[in-house]
Protein backbone atom coordinates (compact mmCIF):
# COMPACT_ATOMS: atom_id res chain seq x y z
CA UNK A 1 0.00 0.00 0.00
CA UNK A 2 1.27 3.26 -0.90
CA UNK A 3 1.24 5.18 2.40
CA UNK A 4 2.86 8.24 3.46
CA UNK A 5 4.74 7.65 6.37
CA UNK A 6 5.98 9.64 10.03
CA UNK A 7 9.76 10.20 9.95
CA UNK A 8 11.30 9.70 13.32
CA UNK A 9 12.61 13.13 15.20
CA UNK A 10 14.11 13.85 18.57
CA UNK A 11 12.93 17.61 18.16
CA UNK A 12 9.78 19.32 17.65
CA UNK A 13 9.40 21.36 14.53
CA UNK A 14 7.74 24.96 15.83
CA UNK A 15 6.26 27.69 13.84
CA UNK A 16 3.02 28.92 11.95
CA UNK A 17 3.49 26.10 9.16
CA UNK A 18 2.67 22.81 11.65
CA UNK A 19 0.04 21.07 13.18
CA UNK A 20 0.43 18.71 16.15
CA UNK A 21 -1.86 15.39 16.06
CA UNK A 22 -1.96 12.06 18.73
CA UNK A 23 0.28 9.63 17.48
CA UNK A 24 -1.54 6.18 18.39
CA UNK A 25 0.26 2.53 18.60
CA UNK A 26 -1.85 0.38 16.15
CA UNK A 27 -2.24 -0.57 12.85
CA UNK A 28 -1.77 1.59 10.34
CA UNK A 29 -5.12 0.96 7.79
CA UNK A 30 -6.81 3.13 5.25
CA UNK A 31 -10.75 2.38 5.16
CA UNK A 32 -12.23 2.44 1.48
CA UNK A 33 -15.83 3.32 1.81
CA UNK A 34 -18.11 2.94 -0.92
CA UNK A 35 -22.05 2.60 -1.79
CA UNK A 36 -20.88 -1.33 -2.63
CA UNK A 37 -18.41 -2.55 0.25
CA UNK A 38 -16.29 -1.71 3.62
CA UNK A 39 -12.70 -2.86 3.31
CA UNK A 40 -10.03 -2.29 6.16
CA UNK A 41 -6.77 -2.53 5.00
CA UNK A 42 -3.52 -2.61 6.72
CA UNK A 43 0.11 -0.80 5.44
CA UNK A 44 1.02 -4.15 4.91
CA UNK A 45 -1.44 -4.89 2.56
CA UNK A 46 -3.61 -7.33 4.74
CA UNK A 47 -7.28 -7.42 4.15
CA UNK A 48 -8.51 -6.85 8.11
CA UNK A 49 -12.02 -6.12 7.36
CA UNK A 50 -13.24 -9.72 8.70
CA UNK A 51 -11.65 -8.93 12.23
CA UNK A 52 -13.30 -5.35 13.15
CA UNK A 53 -17.06 -5.76 12.28
CA UNK A 54 -17.86 -3.18 14.32
CA UNK A 55 -16.41 -0.33 12.23
CA UNK A 56 -18.03 -2.08 9.05
CA UNK A 57 -21.15 -1.86 11.02
CA UNK A 58 -21.08 2.09 12.20
CA UNK A 59 -20.24 2.95 8.15
CA UNK A 60 -23.47 0.93 7.15
CA UNK A 61 -25.41 2.81 9.82
CA UNK A 62 -24.25 6.64 8.52
CA UNK A 63 -23.98 5.58 5.12
CA UNK A 64 -27.29 7.07 4.00
CA UNK A 65 -26.06 10.60 5.51
CA UNK A 66 -23.00 10.56 3.47
CA UNK A 67 -23.65 8.82 0.55
CA UNK A 68 -23.45 11.90 -1.64
CA UNK A 69 -19.15 11.64 -0.78
CA UNK A 70 -18.84 8.33 -1.73
CA UNK A 71 -16.85 6.96 -2.65
CA UNK A 72 -14.29 7.92 -0.32
CA UNK A 73 -10.93 6.69 1.11
CA UNK A 74 -9.40 7.28 4.89
CA UNK A 75 -6.11 7.21 6.78
CA UNK A 76 -6.08 6.32 9.99
CA UNK A 77 -4.91 4.26 12.89
CA UNK A 78 -6.96 1.48 13.95
CA UNK A 79 -7.11 1.01 17.64
CA UNK A 80 -8.16 -0.57 20.67
CA UNK A 81 -8.37 2.84 23.45
CA UNK A 82 -7.49 2.53 26.89
CA UNK A 83 -8.73 6.37 26.95
CA UNK A 84 -8.51 9.19 24.52
CA UNK A 85 -4.32 9.40 24.53
CA UNK A 86 -3.06 5.81 24.55
CA UNK A 87 -4.13 2.78 22.97
CA UNK A 88 -3.46 -0.86 23.58
CA UNK A 89 -1.44 -2.20 20.97
CA UNK A 90 -1.38 -5.89 22.68
CA UNK A 91 -5.34 -6.21 22.28
CA UNK A 92 -5.85 -4.75 18.81
CA UNK A 93 -2.74 -7.01 17.59
CA UNK A 94 -4.60 -10.30 19.63
CA UNK A 95 -7.52 -9.08 17.68
CA UNK A 96 -5.59 -9.05 14.22
CA UNK A 97 -5.15 -12.70 14.97
CA UNK A 98 -8.22 -14.24 15.43
CA UNK A 99 -9.77 -15.82 13.05
CA UNK A 100 -12.90 -17.56 14.17
CA UNK A 101 -16.09 -15.23 13.85
CA UNK A 102 -18.17 -16.07 17.10
CA UNK A 103 -14.91 -15.38 18.74
CA UNK A 104 -14.13 -11.93 17.01
CA UNK A 105 -17.96 -10.59 17.22
CA UNK A 106 -17.82 -11.44 21.22
CA UNK A 107 -14.30 -9.68 20.96
CA UNK A 108 -15.54 -6.71 19.42
CA UNK A 109 -18.58 -6.90 22.21
CA UNK A 110 -16.34 -6.30 25.20
CA UNK A 111 -13.55 -4.36 24.04
CA UNK A 112 -14.90 -2.19 20.15
CA UNK A 113 -11.91 -1.15 18.36
CA UNK A 114 -12.16 2.04 16.40
CA UNK A 115 -10.65 3.80 13.52
CA UNK A 116 -8.60 7.11 14.66
CA UNK A 117 -8.70 8.88 10.96
CA UNK A 118 -6.02 11.58 10.04
CA UNK A 119 -6.42 11.89 6.50
CA UNK A 120 -8.44 11.86 3.33
CA UNK A 121 -7.32 11.03 0.29
CA UNK A 122 -10.05 10.21 -1.92
CA UNK A 123 -13.64 12.12 -1.57
CA UNK A 124 -16.89 11.43 -4.30
CA UNK A 125 -13.81 9.15 -5.84
CA UNK A 126 -11.84 12.48 -6.37
CA UNK A 127 -7.78 11.87 -5.49
CA UNK A 128 -6.95 14.60 -2.78
CA UNK A 129 -3.79 13.74 -2.28
CA UNK A 130 -1.81 16.55 -4.31
CA UNK A 131 -4.08 18.69 -2.00
CA UNK A 132 -2.10 20.35 0.59
CA UNK A 133 -2.60 18.83 3.99
CA UNK A 134 -5.00 21.39 5.88
CA UNK A 135 -7.32 21.07 2.89
CA UNK A 136 -7.30 17.62 3.13
CA UNK A 137 -8.09 17.42 7.16
CA UNK A 138 -10.91 20.12 6.14
CA UNK A 139 -12.73 17.43 4.14
CA UNK A 140 -12.21 14.99 6.81
CA UNK A 141 -14.04 17.30 9.18
CA UNK A 142 -17.20 18.00 6.33
CA UNK A 143 -17.31 14.02 6.48
CA UNK A 144 -17.62 13.69 10.34
CA UNK A 145 -19.96 16.64 10.01
CA UNK A 146 -22.35 15.19 8.31
CA UNK A 147 -22.41 11.78 10.41
CA UNK A 148 -24.56 10.97 13.49
CA UNK A 149 -21.34 10.80 15.55
CA UNK A 150 -20.22 11.91 19.28
CA UNK A 151 -17.23 13.80 19.85
CA UNK A 152 -15.71 10.87 21.89
CA UNK A 153 -13.40 8.25 21.48
CA UNK A 154 -16.11 5.79 21.99
CA UNK A 155 -17.45 5.47 18.53
CA UNK A 156 -15.91 3.13 15.99
CA UNK A 157 -14.82 6.23 13.52
CA UNK A 158 -13.64 9.15 15.50
CA UNK A 159 -10.95 11.74 13.65
CA UNK A 160 -7.88 12.85 15.54
CA UNK A 161 -8.18 16.62 16.08
CA UNK A 162 -5.20 19.07 14.82
CA UNK A 163 -3.46 20.99 17.59
CA UNK A 164 -1.58 24.35 17.17
CA UNK A 165 0.23 24.05 20.51
CA UNK A 166 3.31 21.22 20.64
CA UNK A 167 4.33 21.42 23.81
CA UNK A 168 0.58 21.69 25.41
CA UNK A 169 -0.51 18.45 23.27
CA UNK A 170 3.09 16.31 24.52
CA UNK A 171 2.44 17.01 28.12
CA UNK A 172 -1.02 15.82 27.94
CA UNK A 173 0.62 12.81 26.24
CA UNK A 174 2.90 12.45 28.25
CA UNK A 175 0.97 12.92 31.18
CA UNK A 176 -1.31 10.18 29.97
CA UNK A 177 1.51 7.85 29.31
CA UNK A 178 0.84 7.38 25.02
CA UNK A 179 2.54 6.86 22.49
CA UNK A 180 4.08 10.56 21.01
CA UNK A 181 3.16 12.94 18.70
CA UNK A 182 3.13 13.70 14.86
CA UNK A 183 4.47 17.21 13.79
CA UNK A 184 2.66 17.85 10.12
CA UNK A 185 3.26 20.44 7.72
CA UNK A 186 0.22 22.12 6.81
CA UNK A 187 1.21 22.70 2.83
CA UNK A 188 1.92 19.01 3.00
CA UNK A 189 1.39 16.82 -0.17
CA UNK A 190 0.18 13.00 0.74
CA UNK A 191 3.29 10.64 -0.48
CA UNK A 192 4.52 7.99 -0.39
CA UNK A 193 7.08 6.43 2.13
CA UNK A 194 9.39 8.95 4.05
CA UNK A 195 11.25 10.52 1.14
CA UNK A 196 9.75 13.83 2.99
CA UNK A 197 10.56 16.60 5.55
CA UNK A 198 6.84 16.85 6.12
CA UNK A 199 5.45 14.55 8.71
CA UNK A 200 7.63 13.61 12.29
CA UNK A 201 6.81 10.84 15.09
CA UNK A 202 8.13 12.11 18.49
CA UNK A 203 7.36 9.52 20.74
CA UNK A 204 7.03 9.89 24.72
CA UNK A 205 10.32 8.47 25.71
CA UNK A 206 10.59 8.01 29.36
CA UNK A 207 14.14 7.00 30.63
CA UNK A 208 14.68 4.48 33.40
CA UNK A 209 17.59 1.97 34.63
CA UNK A 210 18.49 -1.24 35.22
CA UNK A 211 20.91 -3.97 35.43
CA UNK A 212 21.77 -6.00 32.34
CA UNK A 213 22.28 -9.61 33.73
CA UNK A 214 22.13 -11.53 30.26
CA UNK A 215 23.29 -11.85 26.76
CA UNK A 216 22.45 -13.82 24.00
CA UNK A 217 24.52 -14.78 21.75
CA UNK A 218 22.50 -15.97 18.79
CA UNK A 219 20.23 -12.98 18.69
CA UNK A 220 22.25 -10.08 20.02
CA UNK A 221 20.05 -9.21 23.11
CA UNK A 222 20.96 -8.07 26.45
CA UNK A 223 18.19 -8.85 29.60
CA UNK A 224 17.25 -5.91 31.84
CA UNK A 225 16.48 -6.41 35.25
CA UNK A 226 15.12 -4.05 38.07
CA UNK A 227 15.01 -4.38 41.73
CA UNK A 228 11.60 -3.91 43.44
CA UNK A 229 13.05 -3.77 46.87
CA UNK A 230 15.17 -6.78 47.36
CA UNK A 231 13.76 -8.49 44.85
CA UNK A 232 14.92 -8.86 41.05
CA UNK A 233 12.35 -8.10 38.07
CA UNK A 234 13.09 -8.97 34.51
CA UNK A 235 11.76 -6.18 32.72
CA UNK A 236 12.43 -6.74 29.20
CA UNK A 237 15.07 -7.31 26.15
CA UNK A 238 17.34 -4.70 24.55
CA UNK A 239 20.07 -4.01 22.05
CA UNK A 240 19.17 -1.18 19.81
CA UNK A 241 20.74 2.26 20.57
CA UNK A 242 24.35 0.68 21.62
CA UNK A 243 27.50 2.05 19.50
CA UNK A 244 29.35 -0.89 17.98
CA UNK A 245 31.75 -0.02 20.56
CA UNK A 246 30.34 0.32 23.77
CA UNK A 247 28.39 -3.26 22.38
CA UNK A 248 32.09 -4.75 22.01
CA UNK A 249 32.73 -3.50 25.61
CA UNK A 250 29.67 -5.17 27.00
CA UNK A 251 30.22 -8.62 25.07
CA UNK A 252 33.39 -8.78 26.16
CA UNK A 253 32.51 -8.33 29.94
CA UNK A 254 29.28 -10.97 29.55
CA UNK A 255 32.16 -13.43 27.96
CA UNK A 256 35.28 -12.67 30.38
CA UNK A 257 33.16 -12.56 33.35
CA UNK A 258 30.01 -14.32 32.50
CA UNK A 259 28.83 -17.85 32.87
CA UNK A 260 28.12 -19.58 29.87
CA UNK A 261 24.43 -20.94 30.00
CA UNK A 262 24.13 -22.55 26.27
CA UNK A 263 23.51 -19.58 24.00
CA UNK A 264 23.42 -17.08 27.15
CA UNK A 265 25.94 -15.48 29.41
CA UNK A 266 24.94 -13.92 32.70
CA UNK A 267 26.31 -11.88 34.91
CA UNK A 268 25.44 -10.79 38.29
CA UNK A 269 23.43 -7.46 38.55
CA UNK A 270 26.78 -5.15 38.23
CA UNK A 271 26.30 -2.87 34.99
CA UNK A 272 23.86 -0.37 34.83
CA UNK A 273 22.65 1.04 32.12
CA UNK A 274 19.75 3.80 30.85
CA UNK A 275 16.71 2.53 28.83
CA UNK A 276 14.20 4.54 27.14
CA UNK A 277 10.90 3.21 26.69
CA UNK A 278 7.46 4.48 26.37
CA UNK A 279 5.64 2.51 29.24
CA UNK A 280 6.10 -0.73 31.15
CA UNK A 281 3.13 -2.59 30.32
CA UNK A 282 2.96 -5.89 32.85
CA UNK A 283 6.10 -6.14 34.13
CA UNK A 284 7.47 -5.41 30.06
CA UNK A 285 8.98 -2.38 28.40
CA UNK A 286 7.49 -1.03 25.55
CA UNK A 287 9.66 -0.28 22.49
CA UNK A 288 12.74 -0.21 24.55
CA UNK A 289 16.43 1.12 23.66
CA UNK A 290 19.60 2.41 24.42
CA UNK A 291 19.66 6.45 24.20
CA UNK A 292 22.19 8.01 21.74
CA UNK A 293 24.67 8.51 24.64
CA UNK A 294 23.58 5.19 26.27
CA UNK A 295 27.02 4.23 27.80
CA UNK A 296 27.78 1.76 30.93
CA UNK A 297 27.11 3.80 33.99
CA UNK A 298 29.03 1.42 36.66
CA UNK A 299 30.51 -1.85 36.40
CA UNK A 300 32.15 -3.57 39.56
CA UNK A 301 32.84 -7.09 38.12
Known amino acids: MNIMKPVSSEAVPYGEAW ?14 WDKESVRLTS ?18 EQ ?23 QANFPLVQKRGRLKNK ?17 DLLQQKGKDYRSNPYHERKEKLRGLFE ?6 NFHQPIAMIEAHDNADALQEIVFNYKGEGI ?52 EVGKCKHGLTRETVGTLKDLFFSKGEKQGETYTLPPAIC ?17 FPDYCRMLHHRI
Open 19 to 32: VYEVKYDGFRCVLD
Open 43 to 60: KNNKDLTNNFPEIIAFCR
Open 63 to 85: QELVNDLLPVQLDGELVILNHPY
Open 102 to 118: TSIEKTAQLRPASLQAF
Open 146 to 151: KMKVEN
Open 182 to 233: IAKRKSSTYREGKSHQDWFKIKNWRTMYGFLTHFNTKNGYFTVHVYDDTDMI
Open 273 to 289: AAVRTLDLYKNELREPE
